[in-house]
C-alpha cells in the first residue's frame, strides 16, 4: 500500500479515549455542538470553513526562542475552562511545558487579526497515561485554561464541542462526520491559513486495521474516517 493509498483511505486517525476524557466530564455542555451562524454549503472535498463557523475550534500556540508564537496544532473547546488536543501536540521529547502554550478561540484567518480571536494562557496539561508514540495510541491530552471563558457574555461566540459516545465505536461506522483544522490539504502539501473542513465517512474498525496494519496496530480506542 503506497503512502498516497493510506492517506486517501484514512484522511485522519482520531483516538477517542473514553476512560482518559469521559471519566472527566460525564455531562456534555447543554448547547455543546451549536454551529455558528453562517453555516455554508455542502462539503466536496474539502473546502474554507465560515467564519465562526465551528466555535469550539481552536488554535494551539506553542512558544519558540527563534520563532515566537506560532500555530502548531488544532484543538476543541470541551467547557469554559477545558481544551482536549493532540499528545503529540504538547509532549515534545518527553517534555510537557504549559507555559509554552496558548489557546486561541474564535481563530479563521491566522495570517490576520479579524477581532474575534480569544487568547488564553495554558495552565495544565495532562497527557492521557494510555499515550504511545510509537504506535500513535492514546494520543489525546487535556489542557487547563488559565481562566473561565465567558461563554454566556463578550466571549459568546465561543462554543463546546460535544463529547461522543464511545461505548460501540463500530455503531458509528458509515455516518458522516467533519474534519477541520488548519493541517495539509494534500499529501506533502502546505498548510492553509484559513480553517479547512471536510467531510467523512467513519469506517468500521475491521475495515481499518486490515488496511492501517502495515503501517499502525489499531485498537479499541481508534476511530477511522476517511476513504475506503
Known amino acids: ?33 451549536t454551529k455558528g451562524p453562517k453555516p455554508s454549503q455542502r462539503i466536496v472535498g474539502g473546502v474554507n470553513a465560515e467564519p465562526l463557523e465551528f466555535p469550539w475550534q481552536g488554535s494551539l500556540r506553542y512558544f519558540s526562542p ?15 475552562r477545558w481544551v482536549l488536543t493532540a499528545s503529540h501536540c504538547v509532549n515534545r521529547s518527553g517534555v510537557v511545558d504549559p507555559t509554552k502554550y496558548r489557546f486561541v478561540g474564535g481563530e479563521h484567518d491566522r495570517s490576520i487579526n479579524e477581532g474575534k480571536e480569544v487568547e488564553v494562557g495554558i495552565t495544565d496539561i495532562f497527557v492521557s497515561p494510555l499515550w504511545d508514540p510509537d504506535r500513535i495510541d492514546g494520543d489525546a491530552s487535556l489542557l487547563k485554561l488559565e481562566r473561565d471563558l465567558k461563554l454566556d457574555d463578550e466571549e459568546k461566540h465561543l462554543g463546546t ?27 506533502q502539501g502546505t498548510s492553509p491559513n484559513i480553517l479547512q473542513k471536510v467531510e467523512v465517512k467513519i469506517i468500521d474498525q475491521a475495515t481499518c486495521a486490515s488496511r492501517y496494519a502495515i503501517v499502525n ?12
Open 217 to 228: 496496530p489499531i485498537s479499541s480506542r481508534m476511530l477511522c474516517f476517511g476513504e475506503k
Open 66 to 80: 527563534t520563532a515566537g508564537w506560532y500555530h502548531t496544532c488544532g484543538c476543541s473547546l470541551i467547557n469554559k
Open 161 to 187: 464541542v460535544c463529547i461522543p459516545d464511545v461505548e460501540d465505536l463500530d455503531k458509528h461506522a458509515g455516518k458522516t462526520c467533519i474534519a477541520t483544522g488548519w493541517g495539509n490539504t494534500a499529501w
Open 1 to 33: 500500500m503506497t503512502k498516497l493509498t493510506r492517506s486517501k483511505m484514512l484522511l485522519k486517525l482520531f483516538v477517542v479515549l473514553a476512560l482518559f476524557v469521559a471519566s472527566t466530564f460525564a455531562d456534555n455542555d447543554p448547547n455543546c455542538g
